[in-house]
T-cell receptor
Framework: AQSVTQLGSHVSVSEGALVLLRCNYS??????LFWYVQYPNQGLQLLLK??????LVKGINGFEAEFKKSETSFHLTKPSAHMSDAAEYFC???????????FGAGTILRVKS | DTGVSQNPRHKITKRGQNVTFRCDPI?????LYWYRQTLGQGPEFLTY????????KSRLLSDRFSAERPKGSFSTLEIQRTEQGDSAMYLC?????????FGPGTRLTVT
């Protein structure tokens, strides 16, 4: 069965510092991987996705993530945090095209001024 | 493209009552998904449709829950005989390819 583990339910960084949010997954087949962001009282917004091809994927708002098969990881990074990045971030995996997503428990990112 | 819409945005009901939520997907999307999210957790899959066919249901979807997607357009999720444990955010998403686009959710509070 698929599962997703997000290390750290809360991450705090200073404005301008590197953001690193960790995601590890388990899957019996090559996965499709996603990062979503959720602002308070809003739905989930897709940040980026990995399906096939290049393992370093770029998304919106300066975020990127690298698929590392050997480590079963898909960590999310951003070189320089902005106050507007404060939100909850979810990593998700799907084993089939168009199939359900399995989400991690989420990481709340706090950005300090 | 107006995005995925959900109604109502908030619902407060008393235990034992029935509730129904509606989801309108992005118009050209053939897949529609329902998820449930409780505080401090990621969304959990409930069920999904391809066009009007319901293709998968989670074990979380007890017999008190039913979902429909008539004519492959909007979808409804009904919860009968609500329990306090049903209090959660109910999220709808739609897709045409890999990406699922989420609506704002319906927050259900069962008192």
């Amino acid at each position: 069965a698929q599962s997703v583990t997000q290390l750290g339910s809360h991450v705090s960084v200073s404005e301008g510092a590197l953001v690193l949010l960790r995601c590890n997954y388990s899957s019996s087949v090559p996965p499709y991987l996603f990062w979503y962001v959720q602002y308070p009282n809003q739905g989930l917004q897709l940040l980026l996705k990995y399906t096939t091809g290049a393992t370093l994927v770029k998304g919106i708002n300066g975020f990127e993530a690298e698929f590392k098969k050997s480590e079963t990881s898909f960590h999310l990074t951003k070189p320089s945090a902005h106050m507007s990045d404060a939100a909850e971030y979810f990593c998700a995996v799907s084993e089939e095209y168009g199939n359900k997503l399995v989400f991690g428990a989420g990481t709340i990112l706090r950005v300090k001024s | 493209d107006t995005g995925v819409s959900q109604n109502p945005r908030h619902k407060i009901t008393k235990r034992g009552q029935n509730v129904t939520f509606r989801c309108d997907p992005i118009s050209e999307h053939n897949r529609l998904y329902w998820y449930r999210q409780t505080l401090g957790q990621g969304p959990e899959f409930l069920t999904y449709f391809q066009n009007e066919a319901q293709l998968e249901k989670s074990r979380l979807l007890s017999d008190r829950f039913s979902a429909e997607r008539p004519k492959g357009s909007f979808s409804t999720l009904e919860i009968q005989r609500t329990e306090q444990g049903d209090s959660a955010m109910y999220l709808c998403a739609s897709s045409f390819h890999y990406e699922q686009y989420f609506g704002p959710g319906t927050r259900l509070t069962v008192t």
